[in-house]
């Protein structure tokens, strides 16, 4: 216990799914944690829930997409905590359409999220972290950004360039002390997936694809994932990928 004890923490997209579980597993070990999403609702109960625990928990009402919002956050993280030692770049949305059947204004929205979206949290967070005097950075990519699979065009494009990116912000950064990671889940059990995941026999198994557990991967797995890359353990850990995929990748 406490492998993050005294961190000030960001958990984008933390109001379900992944994201709340790493909310709650960074609170879990000690960290200051500051959950945005846009849902607001689901947000604050993340919050109360962290709270009731006995975590330090704050909700901020955030869309990624937008460089004001983010703006605000890093200012309200500044204002309340005083500085910023860990950001998880979470959030992320997903539309099953192969690439030319994608609509530009659908494309469009997969990358302000998923690939802006970090761009701008990097972004606004960085002074921050410097003030801190360091800091890591988890990015959360996917398999896809990775490999290939059908019906997920944007999607696939746009975690393959959080895995790149990621790489470019860890040459730029480790001068001043901020470690730079991507995290890459396999098919995970959370609302994005489960009407997928808990519908008939051939579309879980073709969702599940060459996952070698015969089961998909619980968000908590992941989260302890984003715990090694925040805390301490992770020291000389620095622009690599963490495949947390049940041998999705290897198969």
């Given at each position: ?17 992944m994201?709340k579980a790493?909310s709650?597993t ?8 500051f959950?945005?999403?846009?849902d ?7 919050v109360e ?18 460089e004001?919002a ?5 200012a309200?993280v500044k204002?309340?905590?005083g500085r910023?030692d860990?950001?998880v ?5 997903l539309?099953?359409?192969?690439a030319?059947?994608t609509?530009?204004d ?8 998923n690939?802006?979206?970090?761009y701008?949290g990097i ?6 972290m ?7 950075i988890?990015n959360i ?17 746009s975690?393959?360039?959080v895995?790149?990116m990621?790489k470019?912000?860890?040459?730029d ?10 995290i890459?889940?396999g098919?995970i059990?959370t609302?994005m997936?489960k009407?997928?995941?808990?519908s ?22 992941v989260?302890?994932a984003?715990?090694?890359l925040?805390?301490d353990?992770?020291?000389f ?7 947390v995929?049940?041998?999705?990748t290897?198969?």
């Open positions: 216990m406490g492998r993050v004890s005294g961190k000030v923490a960001i958990v984008t997209g933390g109001a379900m799914g994201g790493h709650e960074l609170a879990a070990e000690g960290a200051t944690v959950v945005t999403d846009i607001e609702t689901a947000g604050n109960a993340v829930g962290i709270r009731a625990s006995g975590g330090k928990a704050e909700f901020i009402k955030h869309d990624a997409a937008s004001a983010w703006n605000a956050v890093a309200t204002e309340k905590a910023l860990v950001l770049n979470n959030a992320g949305i539309i099953l359409k192969p030319h059947e609509e530009p659908e494309w469009d929205k997969v990358f302000n999220v690939v802006k979206g970090v701008l972004r606004a967070c960085v002074p921050l410097k003030d801190s005097g360091g800091g890591s988890v990519s996917s398999i896809y950004g990775i490999v290939g699979a059908p019906m997920a065009g944007a999607y696939i494009a975690k393959g360039a895995r790149l990621t470019s912000c860890a040459v950064l480790i001068e001043h002390g901020i470690r730079v990671n991507s890459h889940p098919v059990d609302p997936t009407d997928l995941l808990h008939d026999t051939e579309t879980r198994t073709a969702i599940m694809g060459a996952t070698l557990f015969d089961r998909p991967c619980k968000p908590e797995e989260s302890q984003v715990l090694f925040a805390s353990d992770a020291s850990v620095h622009g690599s990928e963490l495949v995929d049940g041998g999705y290897c198969n």
